[in-house]
């Protein structure tokens, strides 16, 4: 089973948070970014891809909008917050039109960071999913924000899923490494427009949907 697979309890905890999202999000914005890499396992369209690079940015200061102590879930509302990922060195794929991070703290003995991304219509997701088994790496369900940023030496488990409509892939990272926001000085926020309802509560039912089809997978 995959270890940063949400529980039934888990997806409808989000569900019943997520339609309230836009009392959520700040009017201000301090970025975070990553940057990763690692190697495709298994693809169905066989479309020959060896290898990812991508990044990850997220607003440091977006609110939980889980009230579970052991889940957190952070939702952001297009660029320049998302996902981008890049197959053998193509052209990136770039998906902001939602755009979650998730963080579980000694969920089932486990600490869990995630981010999730999709596209407009939903026909493409791309999810990023790293466990800690020990359960000693996180002190909350809050956003993680060390100085230096996360490495993937701190998790004991990674894997990355990209679907779209060719089909399912997956890989591991091989390496994950803070670009932005990690040095431990918090830069000031930088002014952004307050988000509308509409757009939240998408994006809220795109994540609790995606959790949910994890769970029946598991």
Do not use: K
Request: glycine residues 12%.
């Amino acid at each position: 089973m995959n270890p940063f697979q949400y529980t039934r309890r888990t997806a409808a905890i989000a569900a019943l948070a997520l339609g309230s999202l836009a009392a959520a999000l700040p009017a201000s914005a301090v970025p975070v970014s990553y940057l990763f890499s690692g190697s495709v396992d298994s693809d169905d369209a066989e479309r020959g891809w060896s290898a990812f690079s991508g990044s990850f940015q997220f607003d440091s200061e977006v609110l939980d909008a889980i009230a579970d102590p052991s889940t957190g879930a952070y939702a952001h509302a297009g660029s320049p917050w998302g996902m981008s990922i890049s197959f053998d060195g193509a052209a990136p794929i770039v998906l902001n039109d939602s755009f979650h991070m998730l963080v579980s703290n000694d969920l089932q003995g486990s600490d869990e960071l995630g981010a999730l991304a999709g596209n407009a219509d939903g026909t493409a997701t791309l999810s990023l999913s790293l466990t800690d088994f020990s359960g000693a790496l996180f002190a909350s369900d809050a956003l993680p924000l060390p100085p230096g940023g996360l490495t993937l030496a701190d998790f004991g488990w990674s894997t990355l899923q990209y679907e779209s409509a060719a089909g399912f892939l997956q890989g591991r990272l091989d390496s994950l490494a803070c670009n932005q926001g990690c040095n431990g000085v918090v830069p000031p926020p930088s002014p952004v427009p307050e988000p509308g309802t509409a757009p939240l509560v998408l994006a809220g039912l795109g994540v609790c949907g995606f959790l949910l089809r994890r769970s029946r997978a598991g």
